[in-house]
Every structure is written in structure tokens, then in C-alpha cells.
């Protein structure tokens, strides 16, 4: 394992400004109702995302440097700078997101939004099942093209099914669906997948039958029962966490043919593998990882923010040798952030930007 920094200067170009001042220069752009300054643990837990997301976006940039992939250097310093400067207003903190898919902050802002946006329609269904689709694992150099034949076969169903429905001879399909991959850091394989929320278990048979058959037409078998999965969904918040949680793990397993059921902040026998992370990021870009089919939001249920202006605010950058954000008239921290000791060894040591 091996964890390597990028040398020279730090890649400013990408570097998101959160004050938007106006010509008396005392007021400051803000958005979105910000998070609480007032002893709120949601500030530990960005501070902790922070020192993570760093420590990946430093050995992806290496990755893509590597590779002369310079777009994807760019948006990786683009992370890097997230949340450097925060917008302290009226006891809460406001800040600009880089919203980058290898983003932990982004990922659960991402996260929240999407369970605020489904829950209320989920809550309704009866009896939701949670349908997962594979297809065989896959090495790097096969993955974006395989991601996007699964995008491309699952929307051909898609519509032949809706096309048996409009003609009275078939269920019309509805559900919430995002598309994830997995890394066997034993295999070097890759495992591209569906989760897939659906009303009602003879959907989701109805799905997998229709995508098995997708992938083995024409005597090419491709998919088998095995790798598919269906099971009723008995807590709806928890099935749309499973839905939406990620588009990549970022700790794999060093080991993964150790199965065992971890508990909460069980770091041990963990791995960054930005190599592989970065072949995934890469092959899902230009591709929407998380949707709806079959019905469309109201008016109501799309949100909005709302953006203004303020002043009597303070500025709060990020400090990397503290790893956390400083007041910049009075030099207060703004969380007293203090890195778990197996986090910072695993940060330190367990990063891999080798070749996979």
C-alpha cells in the first residue's frame, strides 16, 4: 500500500468562493438554511468527511496526473477546495458545494435531499421491494463500456414493457432506481450494479425476468439468477439509504473474501484504492447515477433554494494542519475536530494509487 501527495503547489483555479460581495463590501452571499454552530454534531461529522475526502482527492489527482487525464485533475482539486470557506451567519454556517460524486460532504447533502424528495411518495407503497440487477464482474478496461450498455439494456426493457402496458398486456413500470460498482481488491474485478425500489414483488420478478432476458437473447448468456437479488423493503427510510448511499464504496476491503458483518467505525483490514475508485468515477461520468421512472414529481415535492444577502457574517476558512475551520477575526476553531487515531493510520498508510 502506498499513499502519495501531489508536489508543487495546490491547484487554486478550482477553488470555490463562497462571499459573493457586494460594492460596500459588507455583505456576503448566502444559501439554503446552513448547519447549526450551537454544539451540533453534524459539524464534527463534516470536519471528519473533510479529512477524508481530501486525503482521496490528493491520490486521485496523483491518478489522473499519471493517466494525463487533466479534466479530471481539475474537478479533483475542485473537491479538494469544497467547504474551504464557510459563511457564518445568525448562529449558523453557510458554505458552496464542488457537488462532485467522490465528494463525502456532497454525497450526504446529496443523500438528504433525494430521502426528503422520495420518501413522502415510497411511504405510500404498500409493499416495496428492493430489487438488485447485476451482471458478471468485469475488468477496468471493460467497465465504462459495460456501464453503459446496462443503462442502455435497462431502458430498452423499460420501454418494451411500457409498450406491452399501453396495448393492456402488461404492468406499467414505476420505481426509483441508481446505479452503484463495487471493487474486489482480491480479483481486481469490478462489479457494476443496480438497486433498484419498486412498489410490489411481482414488479420486481417482472423486472428481473425482463432483464435476464435482455442480457442472455440470442444464446449470449450473460446474466444468471444467481447474481440477482429481490427482498421486501419492511423500513422505507433504511430501503432508500440502500438506493442512494453511494456510486462507489470509498473503503474496500483489502480482503473481501473475509466475510463478516462490521460494526460502525470498524476500520480494520480497510483500504483506499483510489486507482480503482478513479476507473469507476471515469467510467459513470456523464451518466445520471440516480432517477425515477414511471411517474414524474409534482411542483411540491421539487424544492428550491433560496439565496441572499447578508451582513454582520463571519468568515471561516479551513486549516489542514488543524483540519478544521478558523475564525478569521478571532482565530476560534470551529469544531475542535480531533482525527480517531485508526482513521488517521488508515489515511496515512492504507491509500493505494497503484494500477488496478
Given amino acids: 500500500m502506498s499513499k502519495n501527495y501531489s508536489n508543487g503547489n495546490i491547484y487554486t483555479l478550482a477553488q470555490n468562493r463562497t462571499h459573493n460581495y457586494s460594492l460596500e ?74 457537488k462532485n460524486r467522490w465528494c463525502a ?136 439509504v440502500e438506493v442512494i448511499k453511494y456510486g462507489a464504496k470509498m473503503l474496500s476491503d483489502a480482503d473481501p473474501t473475509h466475510k463478516r458483518k462490521r460494526k460502525r467505525g470498524d476500520l480494520d483490514g480497510l483500504s483506499i484504492y483510489a486507482n480503482a475508485l478513479h476507473t469507476i468515477y471515469k467510467a459513470m461520468s456523464h451518466h445520471r447515477l440516480y432517477g425515477s421512472f414511471g411517474f414524474k414529481l409534482s411542483n411540491k415535492e421539487k424544492t428550491t433554494t433560496n439565496v441572499k444577502l447578508v451582513n454582520d457574517f463571519q468568515t471561516w476558512k479551513y486549516q489542514h494542519k488543524y483540519m478544521d475551520w478558523v475564525n478569521t477575526s478571532t482565530g476560534k476553531r470551529l469544531t475542535e475536530y480531533d482525527i480517531d487515531s485508526k482513521l488517521e493510520q488508515l489515511l496515512n498508510t492504507c491509500i493505494d494509487t497503484e494500477l488496478v
Wanted: charged share 25%; hydrophobic share 35%; proline share 3%.
Fill in 105 to 240: 460532504t456532497c454525497a450526504g447533502i446529496r443523500k438528504a435531499d433525494l430521502l426528503n424528495t422520495y420518501y413522502p411518495l415510497l411511504i405510500k407503497w404498500k409493499e416495496p421491494h428492493l430489487l438488485t440487477l447485476t451482471i458478471k464482474s468485469v475488468k477496468a478496461e471493460q467497465l465504462a463500456d459495460k456501464i453503459s450498455e446496462m443503462i442502455s439494456k435497462f431502458n430498452t426493457l423499460k420501454d418494451r414493457c411500457n409498450k406491452r402496458h399501453s396495448r393492456g398486456k402488461g404492468m406499467k413500470l414505476i420505481g426509483i432506481k441508481s446505479l452503484e460498482c463495487n471493487f474486489n481488491a482480491s480479483k481486481k474485478w469490478y462489479n457494476p450494479h443496480y438497486h433498484i425500489i419498486v412498489p410490489n414483488r411481482p414488479m420486481a420478478l417482472y423486472i428481473k425476468q425482463e432483464w435476464k432476458k435482455e442480457w442472455n437473447k440470442n444464446g449470449n448468456y450473460q446474466v444468471s439468477e444467481r447474481g440477482q437479488d429481490i427482498r421486501e423493503i419492511t423500513n422505507v427510510e433504511k430501503g432508500l
Fill in 25 to 98: 463590501h459588507l455583505k456576503a452571499e448566502i444559501s439554503g438554511t446552513g448547519t447549526s454552530i450551537i454544539d451540533n454534531p453534524a459539524l464534527l461529522k463534516r470536519a471528519n468527511k473533510k479529512v477524508i475526502t481530501n486525503a482521496l482527492t490528493l491520490a486521485l489527482v496523483d491518478v489522473a496526473k499519471s493517466n494525463g487525464e487533466f479534466d479530471l485533475v481539475k474537478k479533483y482539486w475542485n473537491t479538494y477546495h469544497c467547504q474551504n470557506e464557510l459563511t457564518g451567519y445568525d448562529q449558523r454556517v453557510h458554505g458552496k458545494y464542488c
